[in-house]
């Protein structure tokens, strides 16, 4: 874009699209941020819940795990934390679609939508370094 012919008009447009990206990329990093799994054992003596994070959030075991031997509740555990983490993972993918996801892990992902933010934020400082260096010109030819 030649700056010499930048107009009130170019700079509205700017600032739109601007305000219009922010938004769309704050949307994608709550909706991304909120997102939670919840799985159960194959027995269903154990549930559990995974934050955006995969962490685990919340954990739940059913009156007959008292009895259960000590391997074996470990491995039911296991199993619903595991089924909470792929409910997590998959709900998470969904938001993304498939067009950019196809065959890219999660973390690739992350990692990739990481970059588009310190892009955007580069773009955005020399846009407004340029739009600066703009009115400093208008002031001075005033």
Do not use: C, W, Y
Request: glycine letters at 4%.
């Amino acid at each position: 874009m030649d700056f010499k012919d930048f107009g009130p008009d170019d700079l509205d447009r700017v600032i739109l699209e601007a305000e219009r990206s922010i938004r769309t990329l704050t949307d994608a990093i709550d909706e991304l941020g909120a997102i939670t799994g919840e799985g159960e054992s194959r027995r269903g003596t154990v549930k559990a819940r995974v934050d955006a994070n995969g962490r685990l959030d919340d954990l739940k075991l059913a009156a007959r795990a008292s009895r259960m031997e000590l391997d074996e509740l470990t491995e039911e555990i296991v199993e619903a934390v595991r089924a909470a983490q792929d409910d997590q993972q998959r709900k998470a993918t969904a938001l993304i679609p498939q067009s950019l996801s196809m065959g890219i892990s999660m973390e690739e992902i992350q990692s990739q939508f990481q970059d588009l933010q310190d892009s955007f934020s580069r773009d955005m400082h020399e846009r407004l370094t340029n739009l600066d260096a703009i009115r400093r010109r208008a002031q001075s030819d005033d």
